[in-house]
């Protein structure tokens, strides 16, 4: 198994953006998931200060989605990040 490298900067640069466990509700909707064994899934709250610090998101205005969803598996080389947008059933407010 390599260095996971995402796993490593993620936990450092978004550590203040960290959620507990792997449920969030916002504006109206919950999205959750369930963790098997060997798996790892992180929740980050990029939407915030410290999510656009931590990604070096400068310039004022710029939209950034809510969520950053980290994955990986024990045993596994690979990472997957996927992004989380949550604007209610106002689908123009998420564009």
Do not use: P, W
Request: glycine share 8%; charged share 30%.
């Amino acid at each position: 198994m390599g260095l996971k490298s995402m796993s490593t900067m993620f936990s450092k640069v978004l550590q203040q953006c960290l959620e507990k466990g792997t449920s969030i509700h916002e504006s109206g909707i919950t999205v959750s998931t369930k963790v098997f064994a060997g798996e790892k899934i992180i929740f980050y709250h990029i939407d915030c200060k410290e999510g656009r610090e931590g990604l070096n998101i400068k310039l004022e205005g710029n939209k950034i989605c809510d969520y950053l969803i980290f994955f990986t598996k024990d045993k596994e080389d690979y990472e997957i990040i996927c992004f989380l947008e949550l604007k209610s059933k106002n689908l123009e407010m998420a564009i």
